[in-house]
């Protein structure tokens, strides 16, 4: 792909699959607006992503409508079911990350499609689910990021039998480029256009669905579906040269970061050489402090009020900078948020913006197709800790701690710039480069995404939380950070693990720049 940004005028759709851009960019050459093409490239996403993006999971949406000048956050994550306690784990330490008993929330993704459209749509459900529709029931070609994961869970999607009937036709694992089928999401997405996203939580699929998950020993149930509401909220918000960093609110992670530029903005970053030593290690600790008081505090703030005025303080960013050992890395063994979503934006001609993330929490979710309806559910309860001491224990009807975080940088109160990336704690990290790789060091897009990363952190049942950097890296800032203390894991130059990450910029002369992910399938498009 090319290295160089993709630059316009009009409109931009970025997202992590060529095939869903062009959705995006379909709904607007058609007369729809930002929003409209939003929705169409999360339900694009929830077909041709199937393994990070499905049908059955969350999602959380920054929306600017030119009209309401300022915007608006919508928390389309759902709530655990009225039957799940911790009483239902009795004996073991964690959630099952798998199978039915990892399905413990309603999946919030269609009740957000329907909040965007009667929001600031001017086209209907049906219309942009069409290009989703057509790929589910035509087929689509399996990209390499699906094949990759497909042959490293092959053996675990073979122990569900409705999900290996879908994702290993044949009992064989698709090769890049053939043409994957799935009928019977088609099927379940065609509903939604006919009927309405009402099928979901109060019809024939919400039925099947759960009555799916009891026969399989499930706790959700038609009830838990039928109560599901999403809800519009306002932003968090912070500060950094000059831009107001927008992120979601609790049970979101994305004040995490915030509380990293607030740190960082007490360094003047651009006089320290990109990629040195001092770079690495100053935003990897300003990313852990962040990391640190979400494990601290991030939860459902009905269940457990989250203290923000105290944690967004500029006295409290100055605190955490003085903290950071110049060469010396904290000791910090943080939970592990699920690592596996997808990020994309959208603007258009009216000055609307729509950042949004949806995921299925990990890849492939639980592992469970729901009956007959191609919908693969999302593990996002397991997320929960059996700790009842804990911010984020499980209790019936509570949203757990999510990872999902999509960003929005204005200047003089409009968008400037949408951005985000996939992966769990690697999320406010990979945030964190590009945004001060583009204000502090003046790169476009592209180069700011594409220049090596790192992601701090560990995996779920790991004990050390490893610092992975990509072989670009030079060996005399790796060498300075093992002596820091930095548990250091060199990985592949241009490596998946760092997750997928996306940006638009949009300059004051009202010029467009975007960039994609080199490790994802994606593409920017913009006119």
């Not at 699906?146 to 122990?159: K, P």
């Not at 038609?222 to 968090?236: I, K, L, R």
């Not at 060469?327 to 000055?351: H, I, W």
Request: aromatic share 6%; charged share 20%; hydrophobic share 40%.
């Amino acid at each position: 792909m090319s290295l160089k940004a993709v630059s316009g005028t009009e409109a931009m759709v970025v997202s992590p699959h060529h095939l869903a851009s062009a959705a995006g960019a379909k709904m607007l050459m058609r007369g729809g607006n930002a929003f409209d093409a939003a929705v169409a490239v999360s339900a694009c996403l929830a077909v041709v992503y199937p393994h990070l993006a499905g049908l059955g999971g969350d999602a959380f949406w920054m929306a600017y409508s030119w009209g309401d000048g300022a915007p608006r956050v919508y928390n389309a994550s759902g709530r655990s079911g009225h039957l799940v306690t911790r009483e239902q784990f009795a004996g073991q330490t964690l959630i099952p990350s798998q199978g039915p008993k990892s399905v413990l929330t309603v999946p919030g993704m269609a009740d957000g499609w329907q909040a965007l459209l009667r929001e600031y749509g001017t086209m209907t459900l049906a219309e942009v689910l069409e290009p989703a529709i057509g790929y589910a029931l035509n087929g689509m070609p399996v990209a390499p990021h699906l094949h990759g994961s497909l042959t490293e869970r092959a053996l675990m999607l073979s122990m569900h039998s409705g999900t290996a009937r879908v994702y290993l036709p044949g009992g064989k694992i698709p090769q890049t480029g053939t043409k994957l089928v799935q009928r019977q999401l088609g099927e379940s997405l065609r509903k939604l256009a006919v009927g309405g996203i009402e099928d979901f939580y109060k019809g024939e699929l919400a039925r099947t669905i759960t009555e799916s998950l009891q026969t399989q020993g499930g706790l959700l149930t038609m009830e838990d579906f039928a109560a599901h509401s999403g809800e519009w909220t306002t932003p968090v918000t912070g500060s950094y040269r000059g831009y107001e960093i927008c992120q979601a609110p609790p049970n979101s992670q994305g004040i995490a970061g915030i509380l990293a530029l607030h740190i960082l903005e007490h360094k003047d970053i651009s006089t320290i050489p990109h990629g040195s030593y001092e770079y690495y290690h100053l935003l990897v600790e300003a990313v852990k402090a962040g990391i640190r008081d979400r494990d601290l505090y991030f939860t459902d703030p009905v269940f457990h009020p989250v203290p923000l005025d105290r944690l967004l303080a500029k006295e409290y960013g100055l605190t955490q900078f003085a903290d950071i050992g110049k060469n010396r890395a904290a000791d910090l063994k943080p939970n592990a948020l699920a690592e596996d979503s997808v990020y994309a934006a959208v603007t258009d001609k009216e000055g609307n913006a729509v950042s949004f993330m949806q995921g299925l929490s990990m890849e492939f979710g639980s592992l469970v197709t729901a009956g007959d309806t191609g919908i693969l559910l999302h593990n996002q309860g397991a997320q929960f800790s059996l700790d009842p001491t804990h911010p984020n224990a499980l209790e019936p009807g509570k949203r757990s701690l999510h990872s999902l975080m999509p960003a929005m940088a204005l200047r003089e109160g409009k968008p400037a710039i949408l951005y985000g990336a996939q992966g769990g704690d690697g999320q406010a990290q990979t945030q964190t480069a590009i945004l001060t790789r583009m204000i502090d060091y003046g790169m476009d897009p592209q180069q700011a995404i594409h220049e090596p990363r790192w992601v701090w952190g560990r995996s779920r049942g790991e004990l050390a939380a490893e610092l992975r950097l990509e072989k670009r890296i030079t060996t005399d800032t790796i060498d300075k950070l093992r002596q820091a203390g930095h548990q250091v894991k060199m990985v592949k130059p241009v490596d998946g693990l760092m997750g997928h990450a996306h940006a638009i910029r949009i300059m004051e002369n009202g010029c467009l720049s975007g960039g994609t992910d080199p490790r994802s399938d994606g593409s920017v498009i913009g006119w």
